[in-house]
């Protein structure tokens, strides 16, 4: 038998100290830039220490300004203090993009706070009044203060409605043996705008906004990560800086430029490189524009794909800075070719709106004076993703708009 095919790799010596440190879902000891932060969300969870209930609160942000990070960070500390004045405090976190229904939530949570000996709630087949008991008898059960984490609850309430905060933001007129706060964190800030009044009221009784990182700050967080986590002496002069820089234009993504200087070392190892340099981190960025933005556009909504088609055919046209009339004109031809019924004007400009917040293209409006406001909208996808092979190899149901022959009216002048 020949050599494992692992076995010389495993031999070679690694440019990491800990890998595992530069991962976004590791919390670190110190979090620099975010003692404000730390400190509402201290001042609020401290009640949790003294038997009394805890604001729930609202955290935003851009994704990568630290929300989730501080609120672990925070968290692990309240466990370890109650665990040393014997008070009883239980911290359950919910990630809502995985488990997004109503059903799932109060499962996780009802679960997760089971005792020794008990069945568990079962991943479906229970009316959700009955999941909702069990939650509440294990919360009674094991008594104290419980917090509980709804990460990214903008995206469960998007797909499942308001429906799960009501109950769970009435929890303390109904619980006789603890207490509980939520913590929602989202990174919209028009989140409330979606909720039923009551829920609203009752879910954000506490604001924390989480300003964007500079370059500045970044560059700290990943010293201090690359300090623990990589070896000394590997990454070249400016590496960090660069880093944090790129990352910073990417509306001060935390998360990003630790993947980015991460995924740059691992290029390094790849080229048996002894120090990491631009040209690795060059390569480390394409790989991440082409990784987060596939699924992005394979994920889009049939209307969504031929909405970005129809800016990419303007500009394939010889168009840039296109109105929404003029992709408008083009989505009703593809709309025909597909065999659907187009949207409104008004909601295809809706639709714009969504590729510019997915970063696919860039919706600026611009004042005409007398005639108005106009939209001028031009795709921004990286030059190595083919955005169109990416939409057919994900939706046939849009080929034969994509294959149709189209004759155009360039604009004129």
Not at 9 to 24: G, I, M, Q, T, Y
Not at 28 to 53: D, F, K, Y
Not at 82 to 99: F, K, Q
Not at 277 to 302: M, Y
Request: aromatic residues 4%; proline residues 3%.
């Amino acid at each position: 038998m020949g050599d494992n095919i692992f076995e010389q790799l495993l031999d070679e010596p690694s440019l990491f100290k800990n890998r595992e440190v530069l991962h976004h879902g590791f919390t670190p000891s110190a979090l620099p830039h975010r003692e404000r932060e730390i400190n509402t969300l201290v001042h609020n969870l401290v009640e949790a220490l003294q038997g009394q209930i805890p604001s729930n609160m609202l955290l935003y942000g851009q994704p990568g300004s630290g929300k989730t990070a501080v609120t672990r960070f925070v968290s692990k500390q309240l466990l370890a203090r109650g665990a040393e004045l014997g008070r009883t405090v239980h911290v359950v976190e919910v990630n809502c993009c995985t488990v997004d229904t109503k059903y799932r939530v109060l499962a996780q949570i009802g679960n997760s706070l089971s005792r020794k000996g008990q069945s568990a709630i079962p991943f479906t087949g229970w009316p959700t009044d009955k999941v909702l008991e069990r939650l509440k008898e294990n919360m009674d059960a094991i008594g104290g203060v419980h917090v509980i984490v709804l990460d990214e609850v903008d995206h469960l309430v998007h797909k499942s409605g308001d429906g799960v905060l009501y109950p769970l933001t009435s929890l303390n007129y109904e619980l006789q043996n603890s207490r509980c706060c939520i913590i929602g964190i989202t990174n919209d800030l028009l989140f409330p705008d979606m909720l039923d009044a009551r829920v609203a009221s009752r879910l954000g009784s506490e604001d924390l906004v989480f300003s964007p990182y500079n370059a500045a700050q970044i560059e700290d967080v990943l010293s201090a990560r690359a300090k623990e986590g990589i070896k000394e002496g590997v990454l070249d002069d400016g590496i960090i800086e660069l880093c944090a820089a790129l990352s910073a234009q990417e509306h001060g993504d935390a998360r990003r430029a630790l993947d980015l200087l991460r995924i740059s070392v691992q290029k390094a190892e790849h080229d048996k490189s002894e120090n990491v340099n631009v040209q690795h981190v060059r390569l480390a960025q394409n790989q991440l524009e082409f990784d987060q933005i596939t699924p992005v556009i394979a994920t889009l909504t049939a209307h969504q794909k031929l909405v970005l088609y129809s800016v990419l055919l303007n500009e394939r046209n010889g168009l840039r800075n296109v109105s929404t009339g003029e992709v408008y004109t083009v989505y009703q031809m593809t709309c025909a070719n597909a065999g659907l019924n187009p949207l409104t004007s008004r909601r295809v400009s809706d639709l714009i709106l969504i590729l510019d917040a997915l970063n696919l293209v860039t919706a600026k409006t611009i004042s005409l004076g007398r005639e108005g406001r106009s939209k001028r909208i031009n795709s921004c996808i990286p030059d190595m993703v083919d955005p169109i092979k990416v939409m057919l190899e994900a939706d046939d149901s849009i080929k034969s708009a994509i294959e149709a022959q189209y004759r155009l009216q360039a604009r004129l002048g």
